[in-house]
């Protein structure tokens, strides 16, 4: 999850929020699988982006994922992060940055994975180009990501509601068109898996690094 602007009192404030509400056992009943599914797909060294409170850390193959290199912003995020990635069965590498400025060498990596993330970065389309140029050819993209809705009516209403969640969530915004902006960045959409929801729809998307 991305920082917020008010300072380090209030991204702790929501990051003890956000570690609450994940832990919630309809909220673990519904995420936990998707993601299982993707992380399950990722292999080789690993990008994770905006690795939050550390959830996807215990779900990684030691049989197929070498290391993780988890990037996340938020300090607060962090102090959760850490926990987990101390107890994880393949290495985990914490690094505070955003997605927009990976320190990382051009194709670096075999897979990234995010998990509701690109909703809430700053700048998503620098973000997913970053991630394209640490990719190597053929490289594999994972999200799970909530998304701007198809129907008019429902999108409209996202709009209206983003600004309130931009503040009180995270920066979240819920009318992003995560997989148009993948798409415009370079990936090419291999599965998509559609779970709709009125105002808040979810994708469950495989995508590759084409050259």
């Known amino acids: 999850m991305s920082q917020q602007p008010d300072g380090l009192t ?14 919630r056992e309809d909220t673990e009943r519904f995420l936990t699988p998707l993601r299982r599914e ?16 550390g959830l996807n850390f215990a779900l990684y193959s030691p049989d197929k994922v070498t290391s993780v290199e988890a990037i ?4 607060a995020m962090l102090e959760y992060a850490r926990e987990r ?6 290495p ?19 897979s990234a994975v995010s998990t509701l993330v690109l909703c809430s970065v700053n700048d998503p389309r620098r973000g997913l180009r970053e991630v394209w140029r640490v990719l190597k050819p053929g490289g594999v993209l994972l999200l799970v990501e909530h998304v701007r809705a198809r129907g008019a009516l429902a999108a409209a209403m996202q709009d209206i509601v983003t600004p309130l969640t931009r503040l009180f969530a995270g920066n979240c ?11 415009e960045a370079g990936f090419k959409i291999e599965q998509r898996r559609d779970l709709v ?9 495989q995508a590759v690094k084409e050259i």
């Open 72 to 75: 996340e912003p938020d300090t």
């Open 10 to 23: 209030a991204r702790r404030r929501f990051a003890r929020s956000y570690e609450r509400m994940s832990r």
């Open 197 to 205: 929801w009125s105002l808040l729809p979810f994708v469950v998307v």
């Open 38 to 53: 993707v992380t399950a797909q990722a292999h080789g060294r690993v990008l994770e982006i905006g690795a939050g409170n």
């Open 92 to 110: 985990i590498h914490l690094i505070q940055t955003p997605v927009e400025r990976l320190p990382f060498a051009d194709e670096s990596f075999e």
């Open 85 to 90: 990635a101390a107890k994880a069965s393949v």
């Open 173 to 183: 915004h819920w009318n992003r068109p995560t997989v148009q902006l993948a798409i």
